[in-house]
């Protein structure tokens, strides 16, 4: 079985503290953030919808979500390789149904028919951790013909109480860690940077056993540290997006690769190669 997407997710072990006793995170050794520079929001994104329910402060832009609205943002360019970052910080107490996100999609080009890759945080019930899913979708997938991708990692530290890096890389041969085994089961066209809030009552919490309940409104999602080093869709045929490890050749140092394995070792809590309940020929990378 190949390795199933994980997208870096160990990258946001930089100031981040172990809640577990097993052990603390061990190292990557190399951080890909370290040699991109920060883009201001303006330079790269754009408010998208509920712009009412967006503003800046102290360098960090703040969506919400209340029982009128929630909030998303998009990148001005579309990509088809490249490395896509931000800090989150999530929000704290009873978020169950609340879905905090941070994706790559092509929805708005190919309506019916789209890729996309998610970082999503799934809203809680006080005294549970977070979960972050990771999900791939591919020509359609996701429109219909549910065909996710899913993988889900409980969180070891709170990412309420400070900014933590969260990145997606995606190259012309893998998204870190879901590597290329055919066109079927890849994405290949260019997509756009995505940023939202918004509310997934219907699934998001334990399956839908919790909804959101806006006694607790405003739900906030705050983005800093934004990151983006790619290849838009104009690029040149020649251009590649940055290495995730200090190797030119891309992939993962070993050091790394220790990590990943950690924090799936430690904290995964779903995987869909894994999901005896899942009709696996719709997966063949499994």
């Not at 603390?24 to 050794?29: A, D, E, V, Y």
């Not at 890096?165 to 290329?180: G, H």
């Not at 070993?254 to 190669?273: I, S």
Request: aromatic share 14%; proline share 7%.
């Amino acid at each position: 079985m190949v390795m199933p997407l994980l997208i870096l997710a160990f990258f946001m072990l930089i100031g981040s503290s172990s809640t577990n006793a097993q052990s603390n995170p061990p190292s990557t050794g190399f951080y890909p953030s370290s040699k991109i520079n920060t883009i201001p929001f303006n330079q790269a994104y754009r408010s998208l919808w509920g712009s009412q329910h967006q503003r800046f402060d102290q360098n960090s832009l703040v969506l919400w979500l209340d029982s009128s609205s929630g909030s998303g943002f998009k990148s001005l360019k579309s990509y088809k390789s490249g490395y896509f970052g931000t800090a989150v910080k999530l929000h704290p107490g009873y978020t169950a149904g609340v879905i905090t996100s941070f994706y790559l999609s092509n929805a708005e080009d190919h309506p019916g028919n789209h890729d996309e890759v998610d970082i999503e945080f799934l809203g809680t019930t006080p005294g549970k951790p977070y979960t972050l899913q990771t999900n791939v979708y591919i020509r359609g997938s996701g429109d219909g013909k549910i065909i996710g991708r899913e993988e889900k990692i409980h969180l070891w530290f709170d990412p309420t109480k400070d900014f933590h890096n969260y990145a997606i890389l995606w190259s012309t041969i893998e998204i870190i860690r879901y590597p290329r085994k055919s066109d079927n089961t890849f994405p290949l066209r260019p997509m756009y940077v995505y940023g939202s809030i918004w509310d997934a009552s219907s699934w998001a919490t334990e399956n839908g056993r919790y909804k959101a309940d806006y006694r607790y409104q405003p739900f906030y999602g705050r983005y800093n540290n934004f990151k983006l080093s790619g290849c838009d869709a104009n690029s040149p045929s020649w251009c590649r997006p940055p290495s995730s490890s200090p190797a030119r050749t891309g992939g993962l140092s070993r050091q790394q690769l220790a990590a990943m394995l950690w924090v799936r070792r430690n904290f995964k809590v779903y995987d869909y190669c894994r999901d005896p309940m899942r009709d696996h020929t719709q997966t063949p990378e499994c």
